[in-house]
């Protein structure tokens, strides 16, 4: 009995004490495990799981999130980051195919600019060049055949070579002395040619003037008083011309096409001025140069050797008036006729060996 006591009253204070793990009823059945973490203010006991479950406690703003919680910001920030880079991308890139079609068209704009630049300097040089020939052609006077090469129209130094014919002219006529045994010659020999009539000279002589016209030859203006035309302002060349054209119209009931300068020197614009008055400027490709005193024989041979088909050969039939002047001229020009026809020479007058007329073309 005392020691059914002792052992209640130890249960009790082991209950008290946190639990008791021996059966008081039955010593010899042990007694139930207690949850280790048993919450003895409750009023009846849980067990661990339903515990988790009733018990939600809501995180605080600072209580550090999960490992993939954080994981999921991380890449929602990198795909935002992405993005943003992805339209920075496409802005730049949109930028500079902007700049691009900017700089393509200002490179046109520039190469028509610099196509325009370059036709304006070309035109600029163009002009430079013009103004420069214009210029040294003032400065320079060109040289006859160069004359003849620029103005083949209105300038002839011979005829065609395709046939074989030849004009005799002479210049300087008429005179007292030389001029009425030249035409005599001729007209033994029956040889047509071309006489260059000096104005004042046929307005002394009117008689012989129209002797040359009645005998079939044909005549030319050679200027009033025979000056050096190069030297002479346009005023007076004109004045020489018209001054020997009005005479010869008076004579001859014609003006002459022909007109053969002083010396054989023009410049450029009397040139010009004569084509655009319905002249024909005559030089020569044969020169006689009978005219200096040489002997007969030098006055044949500078015509044979230098004569050709369609030659215009230059001899004087007029001068100074005394009567040992030209008398080389007389005594070649039987000889220069023979030796001429005896090679298949034609002798004819300048229209003839020029294909034209004999009466100035009115402008």
């Keep these: 009995m005392r020691q059914s006591f002792k052992l209640i009253m130890i249960c009790i204070i082991v209950s008290l004490l946190g639990g008791c793990h021996t059966a008081v009823t039955e010593p010899k059945k042990a007694l139930p495990a207690l949850p280790e973490q048993a919450n003895w203010t409750n009023s009846s006991p849980i067990d661990a799981s339903s515990h988790h479950e009733m018990i939600q406690v809501a995180p605080s ?134 006489f260059f009539l000096v104005g004042y000279r046929a307005k002394a002589h009117p008689e012989l003037v129209k002797r040359i016209v009645a005998e079939g030859h044909t005549l030319g203006n050679h200027t009033y008083s025979h000056p050096l035309l190069t030297k002479a302002e346009m005023p007076k060349f004109i004045n020489q011309l018209k001054d020997t054209e009005d005479i010869i119209e008076a004579l001859a009931g014609y003006k002459p096409r022909f007109f053969r300068p002083p010396f054989g020197e023009i410049t450029e614009e009397q040139l010009k001025w004569a084509g655009d008055h319905g002249y024909i400027v005559v030089n020569w490709d044969v020169d006689s140069n009978d005219w200096r005193g040489i002997s007969t024989k030098a006055v044949e041979d500078n015509v044979m050797s230098t004569v050709s088909s369609g030659s215009i050969v230059l001899q004087h039939a007029g001068g100074n008036g005394k009567r040992e002047y030209l008398q080389n001229t007389i005594h070649a020009l039987p000889s220069i006729i023979k030796q001429l026809r005896a090679q298949d020479y034609h002798f004819v007058t300048l229209p003839e060996l020029l294909h034209d007329q004999q009466q100035k073309r009115e402008q």
Excluded: C, W
Aim: charged content about 30%; proline content about 4%; glycine content about 2%.
């Design 61 to 194: 703003k600072h209580t550090r999130q999960s490992p993939q919680a954080e994981g999921d910001k991380k890449l929602k920030f990198t795909l935002h980051a992405e993005k943003k880079q992805q339209q920075l991308q496409e802005a730049n890139h949109s930028q500079l195919k902007k700049r691009q079609k900017l700089q393509q068209s200002n490179r046109h704009t520039n190469h028509q600019s610099g196509q325009q630049t370059k036709q304006n300097r070309h035109t600029h040089k163009e002009h430079r060049k013009q103004l420069h020939a214009q210029t040294m052609t003032k400065e320079r006077k060109l040289s006859l055949p160069e004359l003849r090469i620029r103005y083949p129209d209105i300038f002839k130094m011979r005829g065609s070579a395709s046939e074989k014919k030849v004009a005799l002219t002479f210049d300087d006529v008429p005179d007292n002395t030389v001029t009425p045994v030249v035409l005599d010659i001729l007209k033994e020999m029956n040889v047509k040619a071309t």
